[in-house]
């Protein structure tokens, strides 16, 4: 069986060694077009702050380690076309600019993501940075160095977790979106409100509600940024705006969402046979909704690049489907969600009520007792939850893991009233939080109920 993988990032490492380990008679070739593999781009942020010194630990595999595994792993390699009926692919070698053709049996693409670059006056300056992978976090790290005001465009989590890295290196720091709060995707107003607050406390400037329009700049060097609320001066800028999928080579030959993920089966089976695709390049079965949606994550990522091998040769695993479920740590605040907003239900038109609790995690008597706040999402008529959030000072983001599985086995809010969890006066109260969330939920139990019994 001869496997041909295109891309080798999370998904693609994951697709690899797994497919690798299930089928060693495989020849499997990886064409990969940047000098490294596996880059943890999630932790750029931690690595322009300081927080991770060597960079080689944000690598999780490398050509030499899958080479032990027989596989033949081709950097520098752009493919430029894919037959997907005749099973072939063209390659160009980038280091000479020669081109060759391969063929091949199953084709895994896992190609990934690119920022959204948008088409405006000035964004060919120096100076106007990407955040993506090991050579983009290299150059905002050399050019930060120099930069006294820098200027983040695009508050989703990459965009707010640069701005507290550069913040606490002692930069002036603005953060600009066109829409009226940060993490406006992930978090409803009660808990970005929150992490505004520590950003003005930092002196962080927050230019919401702005949208950019152009840059301008001086000797070749960005100086300004001009939206249409105003201008604001600064050294370097890096753009966050959001990802879109890399699958133009696919494009008319598999079935895509409108912004060009591929769409693939519960086998990770694209519609055209023995092509399959993970990762960032792809849509996700979305559990709260029941649709395909782009949610280009690691964690869908590695999961999706591990069931591509394992349904290689014949449907073997299906796909569970995702609850889109993340975490962020800003400053002392530890956030996490997992499904759908308040705000994104009202998009979908979902007819939802919420319930939201304060609270300490564990008992007063302790000698700390962080607050701690709770808010889930469910459904009105079928009280299915679809969605949830929290935040605290203490760390308690694993419990959006525990609701993420109650989401995706389509649990009740009553239901999580009473779901039995353990009680340590270290960890938290004889009524776990997530438990009084559902209580406070209950429908109320009537007068004329009672006299009936």
């Not at 820098?150 to 002692?170: C, D, K, P, Q, R």
């Not at 409100?193 to 509600?209: S, T, V």
């Not at 969605?387 to 694993?398: K, N, V, W």
Request: hydrophobic share 40%.
């Amino acid at each position: 069986m001869k496997v041909a993988v295109i891309g080798c990032t999370h998904a693609g490492t994951a697709a690899i060694v797994n497919t690798a380990n299930l089928y060693p008679d495989a020849d499997i070739t990886v064409y990969e077009r940047n000098d490294n593999i596996s880059f943890l781009s999630c932790g750029i942020a931690l690595y322009v702050g300081g927080v991770v010194k060597d960079p080689d630990g944000l690598f999780y595999s490398s050509p030499e380690k899958l080479a032990e595994l027989g596989v033949n792993t081709k950097m520098l390699h752009e493919v430029i076309s894919v037959d997907t009926d005749k099973k072939t692919l063209q390659v160009r070698r980038m280091e000479t600019g020669e081109t060759f053709e391969d063929s091949f049996d199953k084709l895994i693409v896992t190609t990934g993501s690119w920022p959204i670059v948008p088409k405006l006056d000035g964004i060919e300056l120096d100076n106007v940075l990407l955040s993506k992978n090991y050579s983009h976090s290299n150059t905002i790290i050399d050019k930060a160095k120099q930069a006294k005001h820098i200027t983040v465009v695009g508050a989703g989590y990459i965009g707010v977790e640069l701005v507290e890295a550069f913040e606490a290196n002692g930069k002036q720091v603005t953060l600009i979106d066109s829409a009226d709060r940060i993490l406006n995707k992930y978090l409803d107003a009660e808990f970005s409100d929150k992490i505004e607050d520590a950003f003005r406390e930092k002196g962080i400037e927050l230019a919401l509600n702005q949208t950019v329009q152009s840059f301008q700049g001086q000797d070749g060097k960005v100086n300004r940024v001009i939206t249409d609320k105003g201008e604001i001066e600064t050294d370097l800028v890096i753009l966050c705006i959001g990802f879109r999928p890399n699958t133009e080579l696919l494009k008319g030959q598999v079935d895509m969402l409108p912004n060009g993920a591929i769409i693939v089966d519960k086998y990770m089976q694209t519609s055209k046979k023995d092509v399959y695709a993970a990762g960032d390049s792809c849509s996700v079965h979305y559990n709260p909704t029941g649709k395909n949606t782009y949610i280009p994550l690691a964690t869908n990522a590695v999961r999706m690049g591990t069931l591509v091998a394992r349904n290689l040769v014949q449907p073997t695993t299906e796909y569970l489907g995702t609850q889109g479920t993340s975490g962020l740590k800003i400053y002392n605040l530890n956030i996490a969600s997992t499904g759908l907003t308040e705000g994104a239900c009202a998009d979908e038109n979902m007819d939802v009520d919420t319930v939201t609790i304060t609270d300490h995690y564990r008992p007063e008597f302790m000698p700390t007792f962080e607050s701690v706040t709770l808010k889930v999402v469910f459904e009105k008529n079928s009280r299915r939850m679809v969605g949830a959030q929290i935040i605290s000072e203490a760390d308690l983001t694993q419990s959006m893991n525990t609701l993420s599985v109650c989401i995706q086995n389509k649990m009740t809010i009553d239901q999580l009233a009473f779901v039995d969890f353990f009680f340590q006066p270290h960890y938290n109260k004889p009524w776990n939080f997530l438990n009084s969330a559902g209580l406070a939920a209950l429908p109320e139990v009537k007068s004329e109920q009672l006299s009936h019994t």
